[in-house]
């Protein structure tokens, strides 16, 4: 029991880390990122490669004067930035870093808790974050802060049922299972499920886009209409939260598009590998390897959203509320249908 | 007439229906930015790296001193008068007994102030100057929080004999021949100036 409480623990923590670290090096890979795409060179004062400018950045928002507005809810003011970021990092507890490793006949997952209803868990847990930003947009008590709260919460809300039936037509295919863990690992022959949901993926990518607010789709806070979106009145660190929160969001919604689309720590030829190099089943060597395979897919996706960033220009609201009801939703509905026949032809499904 | 050869007709047609679904536009501009990726950056590092100016940049004056290190300015007051932004403020001062080595004319400035932030660096003040006493150099202004501190004095403007400032790079081979000019030769040494009354 102690050892089992260890090593949750131990996993939580290291969870926690590493996505508070990829949220602050993603700033960081941000601005490197638009750089080299703008023919810049991006920060590079800080360190090597401006590699200290996330801490940097994180001491200078310390530092800062907190103001919080005299006309605001102050609860509800302190309390959102709060409920962002533990909603985006309450998305992570799902994610099946690697195989299992099994160590004196015990079995340890790479993941802090395998949910049998896991991608409800997840929707559940991504819509509650749109709590942190309406209360923040609301409990400001400025006009301009709540229009961004609502355009983003509208946002949010038009583009989850899209997900949702995209998620469900994945589910069909993965056989029914809700577990994140049982997902990715039926991905291992070798198949990811991105070859039976091309369409589904690319539904889920643009919604997960939209959900985490990043562009085209960052009509939360878009400066020229709104001043600043729903952290108008936010500074210094609570600002910062904010921010942090969506880079978190970033980082989940990636590993979930690798784990779910991607084949999670799966690769091709794994077992060819493995056999090479005369690993048994359950070797915690296995583990660490499909952590990097996994770690790498998701660096790849956030590299993506970055890349989208700094491509496309920003959406205007009716063009966003047009894509989302008039273009994803029916699309996810065709998806769906799709799935279900070519699974019946598979095999899968029977009447 | 045709100006350029980048004329465009405009067109109102209908988007087809690939055209509409954006996605192929969408890739090639996310093709356009990738290969961005692998160009060469332009960018200078600017403390480390410095562009090289051109040899007529016109940056922060300076007051030169002759060969002696006597000041050449004599307070005339001719540089003020063309300066179209009028930066540039003085007072004079007479020379007393045993400055001689300080300055080189019986008149000379006692303050000379020039605003850096109503300057417009055209040069004026230069070209106006009888005793080659003010140039532009090829030093950029620095940067400043008040605008007191850009109040330029002589501390800041005349050269110390130790650091003297090169302004031959400004001298264009049109401006040395101007110089030349018999009427405007006021360029001897103060010395020889004397030697030559006495002969």
Redesign the interface.
Known sequence: MLEFIIYKSLICVAVFAVSLGIAAYSTWWERKFAGLLQDRWGPSRAGVWGLLQPLADGGKMLFKEEIIPNVSNKFLFVLAPGLFIVTAIMAGVLIPWGAPAIMNGTTYAMQISDINVGVIFLLGVTSIGVYGIMIGGWSSNNKYSLLGAIRSSAQMISYELAMGIALIALIITSGGTLSFAEIVAKQDAGVANIVWQPLGFLIFFVCALAETNRAPFDLAECETELVGGYHTEYSAFKLGLFLFAEYINMFVSSAVMAGFYFGGYNFPFAHELYNALGLQEGSWIISLIGFGAYFTKTLIFISVFMWIRWTIPRFRYDQLMNLGWKSLLPLSLLNLALTVVVEYFRGNIKF | MQLTNRKVVVSNKEQSFVEKMYFPA?IN??I???S??F?????I?YPEQKREFAPIYRGQHVLKRDENGAERCTSCGMCAVACPAEAITMESGERKKGEEGLYREEKYAKTYEINMLRCIFCGLCEEACPKEAIFLTDRIVSSDFERDGFIYGKDKLVEKMDQRIDVSKRQTPEVLAFKKIPGLKHNELHTEKLNKGKH
């Open positions: 969408i501009g996310m356009i930015t990738f961005h990726l160009k060469k950056r332009p960018t590092m």
